[in-house]
């Protein structure tokens, strides 16, 4: 991703067909090329700003106990919504939690699976959330899983059709490939807004849930709420991030018909 970005700059920077640079950058190119380093280091800011303070709010809250393991509480809200079909494994790593709609598992990193912390609770209640959109077939979760292999497609091929893009652009071709390399990139920007509604949906069925059972009189619902709000936030950037960035391209485009 690093030498993209490089290899991105590097082009941006260039001078463009008719070869006049006053100061080295063309004014027009120059002004998108700051443009692109706005949105980078913005988004690196952003999102170190919000993992930062997710990794503190889960250290802090990982350390105060209720008497519920993660397993136990996903098991437990799995069965009070009446889902019997879904099994409840622990898989390696940090942060590393989630549901799998294929096999019907709720995957709890070995920290939130063994943990009886409200952190562990939060992110258990969480996974166990997408569970129940699944069960209620919640639309914004079967739209999410219909751009999956879009998505996958788009991902695989997207930086390149992009670089070409900008180097035809560049050059004075035709435009039609950027172009292309804007819709791929759409795709994944639409996904990481379509996942939005998605989170939020499975931290609002968790926290209702805490809400409802027992674990109510060991869990502070303020503290829960904020661990899942900062989980959620880092989609809100990734999906902003993406957003600038396709902005950022069509505004290559734009300027190289201008000038086509
Ligand atoms: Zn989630």
Same mark, same amino acid.
């Given at each position: 991703m690093?030498?993209i ?8 920077n ?32 952003l ?11 889960f ?5 105060m ?11 437990q809200? =799995?069965?009070d919504n009446? !889902?019997?079909?879904?099994k409840?494994? #622990?898989v390696?790593?940090? /942060? &590393? ?16 699976y063994?943990?009886?912390?409200i ?5 258990a ?12 077939a919640?639309?914004?979760l079967a ?6 292999p ?11 059709? =992009?670089?070409?893009?900008? !180097?035809?652009a560049?050059?004075?071709? #035709?435009?039609?490939?950027? /172009? &292309? ?8 920007t ?11 949906d ?29 989980a ?12 600038a960035? =396709? ?14």
């Amino acid at each position: 991703m690093l030498e993209i970005t490089k290899l991105f700059t590097m082009l941006a920077n260039a001078p463009d067909q008719y070869g006049y640079t006053t100061t080295g950058i063309p004014s027009h190119i120059g002004g998108i090329s700051t443009i692109y380093w706005v949105i980078i280091i913005g988004s690196m800011l952003l999102s170190w700003l919000v993992s930062s303070t997710l990794k503190r709010r889960f250290e802090e809250y990982s350390q105060m106990p209720i008497p519920m393991t993660g397993k136990e509480v996903a098991e437990q809200m =799995l069965r009070d919504n009446h !889902i019997t079909d879904v099994k409840v494994t #622990s898989v390696n790593g940090h /942060l &590393t939690d989630h549901y799998n709609p294929m096999d019907k598992t709720v995957n709890l990193s070995e920290s939130v699976y063994n943990s009886n912390s409200i952190a562990a609770a939060a992110v258990a209640a969480h996974e166990v959330g997408h569970a129940v959109q699944h069960a209620k077939a919640y639309h914004w979760l079967a739209m999410r899983s219909k751009l999956v292999p879009i998505v996958q497609f788009s991902s695989g091929m997207v930086q390149w059709v =992009l670089l070409a893009g900008i !180097i035809m652009a560049a050059a004075g071709g #035709s435009p039609w490939v950027l /172009l &292309t390399g804007i819709i791929l990139f759409g795709m994944t920007t639409l996904f990481a807004f379509v996942t939005l509604p998605v989170e939020f949906d499975a931290s609002h069925r968790a926290l209702q849930w805490i809400d409802r059972t027992r674990l109510m009189n060991y869990m502070d619902h303020a503290k829960a709420k904020n661990a899942l709000f900062w989980a959620a936030m880092t989609y809100v950037v990734a999906a902003l991030s993406s957003l600038a960035m =396709l902005l950022y391209y069509i505004m290559i485009f734009m300027n190289s018909r201008d000038r086509n």
